[in-house]
């Protein structure tokens, strides 16, 4: 397939429930020509649980180098492997302790990355030359078959452009980075809706470098202590610049009983106006972890000059949602 073509297939109905077998199944010659791509250095974008990645083969130097000028993504962001099972990620590692293959065991496949001392055949440009090497496993069946037919790990980042708002379908992908990416799987909405969770483990304790998928209280309760800040560690990790993952509209937070007063006034200038107000409920957090990129584009297509955002109680997935608004409502 020539550059800028793209299969797609139409998207099941948003849901924040994981992907169904009919969801996230594709024809084999569909990943067939996505390992192609990979293997000529081309660039496809694909589903995971967490958000769609653009995907370049981790073998190829031209490749990396391609997703770095695509994404506007600086040098030395590290990027993360995706494996298809738990044996091939640690593989990357020069040394895996015993703690990584308690998480592994328990949470792989799933969205959680962990950080450990690179393998030497892991390139420089996967780790932005550190010495260490993010690994994960996806549990969307697209994205491991995907591996598997490629025959070897998938470097990934998410599939726009550096800074912006993350994707989540493959409709978001299209639209972020047209001809620079040369197919789309369609794997359906992604079922988290937020990134994964990244795990310093050559710290100790381990320290989370960022909040997502999966809660810092299960982290917590199998690694028998509570993970501690990200200033503990001295590694780069994906997301965690102070301005990330920011519409075009600008994010403000305000407290809930400033919420009212704050919309009138924005209104009453002639501002357009959208609020994300948390709920407090687990449930209605997961739901709006898997709603929150695609409210902040709807802002954006909406021409919307203001998100209001409350920020959510910071428990379970509240954690990275809080994250991401702050995140989002920093300076530019």
Same mark, same amino acid.
């Given at each position: 397939?020539?550059?800028?073509?793209?299969?797609?297939?139409?998207?099941?109905?948003?849901?924040?429930?994981?992907?169904?077998?009919?969801?996230?199944?594709?024809?084999?010659s569909?990943?067939?020509e996505?390992?192609?791509?990979?293997?000529?250095?081309?660039?496809?974008?694909?589903?995971?649980?967490?958000?769609y990645?653009?995907?370049?083969?981790?073998?190829?130097?031209?490749?990396?180098?391609?997703?770095?000028?695509?994404?506007?993504?600086p040098?030395?962001?590290?990027?993360?492997?995706?494996?298809?099972?738990?044996?091939?990620?640690?593989?990357?590692?020069?040394d895996?302790?015993?703690?990584?293959?308690?998480?592994?065991?328990?949470?792989?496949?799933?969205?959680?990355?962990?950080?450990?001392?690179?393998?030497?055949?892991?390139?420089?440009?996967?780790?932005?030359?550190?010495?260490?090497?993010?690994?994960?496993?996806?549990?969307?069946?697209?994205?491991?078959?995907l591996?598997?037919?490629?025959?070897?790990p998938?470097?990934?980042?998410?599939?726009?452009?550096?800074?912006?708002?993350?994707?989540t379908?493959?409709?978001?992908?299209r639209?972020?980075?047209?001809?620079?990416?040369?197919?789309?799987?369609?794997?359906?909405?992604?079922?988290?809706?937020?990134?994964?969770?990244?795990?310093?483990?050559?710290?100790?304790?381990?320290?989370?470098?960022?909040?997502?998928?999966?809660?810092?209280?299960?982290?917590?309760?199998?690694?028998a #202590? $509570?993970?501690? @800040? &990200?200033?503990?560690? %001295?590694?780069? /990790? *994906?997301?965690?610049?102070?301005?990330?993952? !920011?519409?075009?509209?600008?994010?403000?937070?305000?407290?809930?009983?400033?919420?009212?007063?704050?919309?009138?006034? #924005? $209104?009453?200038? @002639? &501002?357009?106006?959208? %609020?994300?107000? /948390? *709920?407090?409920?687990?449930?209605?957090?997961? !739901?709006?972890?898997?709603?929150?990129?695609?409210?902040?584009?709807?802002?954006?297509?909406?021409?919307?000059?203001?998100?209001?955002?409350?920020?959510?109680?910071?428990r379970?997935l509240? /954690?990275?949602?809080?994250?991401?608004?702050?995140? !989002?409502?920093?300076?530019?």
């Amino acid at each position: 397939m020539r550059r800028g073509a793209q299969r797609v297939r139409p998207a099941p109905v948003s849901s924040p429930t994981p992907p169904t077998a009919s969801q996230s199944t594709l024809p084999p010659s569909d990943l067939e020509e996505a390992a192609r791509l990979l293997r000529a250095g081309e660039l496809v974008g694909f589903p995971t649980e967490t958000v769609y990645g653009l995907g370049a083969d981790a073998r190829s130097e031209a490749a990396l180098r391609r997703v770095f000028a695509v994404k506007g993504r600086p040098g030395d962001h590290p990027l993360i492997l995706h494996f298809a099972d738990a044996e091939s990620a640690l593989a990357a590692a020069s040394d895996v302790p015993p703690i990584a293959r308690t998480l592994a065991d328990a949470l792989w496949p799933g969205p959680l990355t962990l950080v450990l001392r690179r393998a030497a055949w892991v390139p420089d440009l996967v780790t932005g030359g550190q010495d260490t090497v993010g690994v994960r496993v996806p549990s969307h069946p697209v994205a491991r078959a995907l591996v598997t037919e490629l025959g070897g790990p998938i470097a990934a980042p998410s599939a726009n452009r550096f800074g912006a708002v993350s994707p989540t379908t493959a409709a978001h992908v299209r639209a972020d980075l047209g001809e620079d990416v040369a197919l789309v799987l369609d794997g359906g909405p992604a079922a988290i809706g937020l990134e994964s969770t990244i795990v310093d483990l050559t710290c100790d304790p381990p320290v989370v470098l960022r909040e997502g998928g999966v809660p810092r209280e299960q982290l917590a309760a199998l690694l028998a #202590l $509570a993970p501690v @800040g &990200a200033t503990a560690s %001295v590694n780069r /990790a *994906p997301g965690s610049l102070p301005s990330h993952y !920011a519409p075009r509209a600008k994010v403000v937070l305000v407290g809930k009983d400033a919420l009212r007063t704050e919309h009138e006034r #924005l $209104a009453d200038e @002639g &501002a357009r106006v959208v %609020v994300i107000e /948390a *709920p407090a409920d687990d449930d209605a957090l997961s !739901a709006l972890a898997h709603d929150l990129y695609a409210r902040l584009r709807a802002a954006d297509a909406a021409n919307t000059d203001v998100v209001l955002a409350v920020l959510p109680p910071e428990r379970g997935l509240g /954690a990275a949602i809080a994250d991401r608004l702050r995140r !989002a409502a920093a300076p530019r």
